[in-house]
């Protein structure tokens, strides 16, 4: 049984009574093996399956603890726990009852700089109003992190923009309308959907396990607080909140003994991953932070030769190139390795010097295989044949085509909708005879509105270069529409008015369109200019050979699913914890939370760049920035080399090391 793996303290916690229990469990203490003791100790003791809840931070957490207990509870019995993320959970109990397709940040902009762009911000005042992306995530700060109106939530960060917030708050509400007409969800909506039905739900479960309590915020503890239970069991560490910018609130883990009078607090002290010389740095620096909580570590993991070391390089480019160079002469597998970092500038240059050495690189915390272009348009085709009203997809498609980008596509939507009677599809092929397809747009003047005058051109001037039965369509009579763009929108056409039979048919049938082999051909000349500058045959080649590859490896994902909406719903929620590659693993320390390696090389320790002085100023602050520091240095297991340059080659700009590596007593 997994309770006779357990040690004194994690046996202890994993038998507590019922009621409201948190575990405090630092960096190697063996939290996960505690959670699944505590499974298996209310499965022994007779709990329904059904009526335990677990919730991770990511599925693959949830998943590894349910299979620990697969050596011991039957399959069939296992099945029955509602296990997973927060927005797993919600997405299975809402997907049968509410149509709802998941949208990713990425597109949810689109839908919002098409909203923000019919505002013009007057009596600019000593603050210029936060572009449409920024506000975008404020909108996703304020729903995880605030219970009051979002003018109040602007007006409380930032007093320069009071003046714009009337503004903001139209903009989000007008996004908010937009996203209830399509059914449009965002993680954000998902969450807030899923606590307002369980509210009214009679559902209810003995206990629920919560892991990562730390990095728990507003929105998802009033899930928690919202879920009828019996019992609660948090495991969290909060020398390891790292998700501020999240919302993640540290007072949630900290409060928890002054919510609940009756609580216990169990905390587990001995450390099976690092050895003692990098948890005597480790533990260094992260005293200078509040203790909440008391806890004393013990290191169990006896390595006489360990390794704690600093490089010293007179030059960011220097430094990239000698790790590079020492992970190629070591011993260590690349699988074991971990390049950890705190900005993206220097996973690019880390990147770059591994593969000058033909060293393979897994990262991770990067831009995903669904984010790329490729798939991403192709994602929004198959969402459009899906949902025919889906607005942001249209908008992201159509906008690749030459001359007509966000703004003239999100107006040829709009006309279609005019066409058709509210029915994009019958204004696509049976069109009305209007005079007006396109309506004057509406602007908005800091909530002072007025006309911005449309002039229509002839919609037949392009008939010699379409098909006939695209010929004099309504929609081509806009003013800014090129000859070009009208032969994109006639392969668009042609591609929507075939009908298929299934999942499988609908993607050949996308790859084999010409409209799809535009858009690669598109891709592909851009990639290989930005590359090469002046273009290359066969590059353009090898480019179209790698967008193949990748909807191949779509295409072979989607065999498991018989319906579209399903696969759409499944790739979106699963899209955020996507990695890539092989070899050595070059991670943010977010990414890295909860992993562990042979050796660990954290890079740049400079001042300005970790700690991020940029986001302490904004939002963040230095205890975080403690944090994240304390998370990337637990993570090795016998060897950790920090690391900084005293220059940056690129921007020429000079160093300090950072505040880190004085308080860990690597430098006076």
Same mark, same amino acid.
């Given at each position: ?35 699944? #003791? ?12 059904? =009526? ?32 997973? $993320?927060? +927005? ?10 509410? =149509? ?16 923000? !762009? ?64 399509? !059914? ?38 009033? @899930? &928690? ?26 007072? /949630? ?24 010389? @990098? ?8 005293? !200078? ?42 011993? $260590? ?11 993206? $500038? ?42 025919? +009203? ?9 906008? /690749? ?6 703004? @003239? ?12 009677? #509210?029915?994009?599809?019958? #204004? ?30 002839? *919609? ?16 081509? *009579? ?34 084999? *369109? ?25 590059? %353009?080649?090898?480019? =179209? ?25 499944? &790739? ?16 943010? %320390? ?12 954290? @890079? ?32 090795? =297991? ?14 020429? $700009?000079?160093? &300090? ?12």
């Amino acid at each position: 049984m997994p309770l006779s793996l357990l040690n004194k303290e994690q046996l202890q916690a994993a038998r507590a009574p019922l009621g409201r229990n948190l575990i405090i469990a630092s960096a190697g203490t063996g939290k996960t093996s505690t959670i699944v #003791g505590r499974i298996a100790y209310l499965l022994q003791s007779g709990i329904d399956a059904s =009526k335990i809840m677990l919730l991770t931070f990511t599925n693959k957490a949830s998943s590894e603890m349910i299979k620990r207990l697969e050596s011991y509870f039957a399959k069939d019995v296992l099945k029955d726990i509602q296990a997973g $993320t927060f +927005h797993a959970i919600a997405y299975r109990y809402l997907k049968d009852n509410h =149509k709802i397709l998941l949208k990713q940040p990425k597109e949810l902009k689109v839908l919002l700089r098409s909203i923000y !762009n019919n505002r013009i911000f007057s009596d600019i005042g000593s603050s210029a109003p936060y572009k449409a992306d920024y506000l975008y995530d404020l909108f996703s700060l304020y729903l995880n992190s605030y219970s009051g109106s979002f003018s109040d939530f602007i007006i409380k960060r930032s007093s320069d923009h009071e003046m714009y917030a009337p503004i903001y708050d139209d903009v989000f509400m007008e996004f908010m309308e937009l996203k209830r007409q399509y !059914n449009y969800a965002s993680y954000d909506d998902l969450l807030i959907l899923y606590r307002d039905k369980i509210k009214e739900d009679s559902m209810f479960f003995e206990e629920i396990l919560v892991d990562e309590y730390q990095d728990t915020n507003y929105l998802q503890n009033s @899930i &928690i607080i919202n879920t009828k239970s019996n019992s609660l069991f948090c495991v969290g560490d909060y020398d390891q909140s790292i998700y501020a910018f999240n919302g993640s609130d540290i007072g /949630i883990i900290a409060s928890f003994k002054d919510r609940f009078s009756d609580a216990n607090v169990f905390s587990l002290t001995k450390n099976y991953r690092s050895s003692a010389k @990098i948890l005597d740095v480790a533990n260094k620096v992260i005293a !200078n932070n509040p203790r909440i909580y008391p806890k004393h570590l013990e290191v169990l993991k006896d390595v006489k030769d360990s390794i704690v070391k600093l490089l010293e390089f007179s030059d960011t480019k220097d430094q990239y190139q000698s790790i590079a160079r020492q992970i190629r002469d070591s011993k $260590t597998k690349l699988i074991d390795t971990a390049i950890i970092f705190r900005n993206n $500038t220097s996973s690019d240059y880390m990147e770059a010097a591994l593969r000058e050495l033909g060293i393979s690189v897994r990262k991770k915390g990067g831009r995903s295989f669904f984010e790329s272009k490729e798939i991403s348009l192709f994602i929004d085709i198959l969402n459009l044949f899906f949902n025919k +009203h889906d607005m942001m997809a249209f908008v992201h498609i159509l906008s /690749i085509g030459n001359g007509i980008g966000e703004s @003239i596509a999100k107006d040829i939507y709009d006309c279609l909708i005019n066409l058709g009677d #509210g029915d994009i599809k019958r #204004g696509l092929f049976y069109p009305k005879d209007i005079k007006k397809p396109y309506k004057n747009k509406v602007k908005n003047a800091q909530l002072g509105l007025f006309d911005d005058v449309f002039i229509e051109e002839d *919609s037949a001037r392009f008939n010699h270069s379409i098909s006939k039965s695209f010929a004099s369509h309504r929609l081509l *009579s806009h003013p800014k529409l090129k000859l070009e763009s009208a032969v994109f929108l006639d392969k668009f056409y042609n591609l929507f008015s075939v009908k298929y039979s299934n999942l499988d048919d609908l993607f050949k049938g996308i790859v084999n *369109s010409d409209f799809f082999s535009v858009i690669k051909e598109s891709l592909s000349i851009n990639r290989t200019r930005n590359k090469y500058k002046s273009v290359q045959k066969e590059k %353009i080649q090898e480019e =179209k050979n790698n967008i193949d590859k990748k909807v191949s490896i779509l295409y072979n994902l989607s065999k498991g699913y018989n319906d579209l909406g399903r696969f759409l719903n499944s &790739i979106t929620l699963n899209s955020a914890e996507s990695s890539s590659g092989d070899g050595v693993n070059l991670l943010t %320390i977010h990414a890295s939370k909860g992993l562990e390696f042979d050796d660990v090389y954290v @890079i740049d320790l400079m001042e300005g760049r970790f700690p991020n002085m940029k986001l302490v100023s904004k939002s963040g602050s230095l205890e975080e920035e403690r944090r994240l520091f304390y998370v990337a240095a637990t993570r090795a =297991k016998y060897n950790i080399y920090f690391s900084y340059a005293h220059k940056d080659f690129a921007k020429n $700009t000079n160093y &300090i090391p950072s505040v880190f590596l004085r308080e860990a007593g690597l430098i006076l």
